[in-house]
């Protein structure tokens, strides 16, 4: 499973990104897929995942009533719907699919820069 992650850029606090994550290879192996960020000097943590089987969505209480997850399954694309941004939101986002034989998968990221 190939991902490659876009949208990132430089956002003014309290405006709006939209980040999307395109799968492809053996996508039907994937049962959970979500964002995970990486700020400088911390520890990647993580923003939301998206469970295939149930639709079921679970964010970090940091990004609740912010961010959206949502996919696209006829593309195999998951987006990252980011609202109200703030510097603290500043990272590098990463896209994550985890399959079914307990593989998982990992993008190359995109930068998010919120200035103040």
């Known amino acids: 499973v190939q991902l490659v992650e876009s949208g990132g850029g430089l956002v003014q606090a309290g405006g709006s990104l939209r980040l999307s994550c395109a799968a492809s290879g053996s996508t039907f192996s994937i049962n959970i897929m979500g964002w995970y960020r990486q700020a400088p000097g911390k520890q990647r943590e993580l923003v939301g995942h998206i469970i295939s089987g149930s639709g079921r969505i679970n964010y970090a209480d940091s990004v609740k009533g912010r961010f959206t997850i949502s996919g696209d399954y006829a593309k195999n694309t998951m987006y990252l719907q980011m609202n109200s941004l703030n510097p603290e939101d500043t990272a590098v986002y990463f896209c994550?699919?985890?399959?079914?034989?307990?593989?998982?998968?990992w993008g190359k990221g995109t930068l998010v820069t919120v200035s103040s």
């Open positions: 994550n699919a985890r399959g079914t034989s307990g593989m998982e998968y």
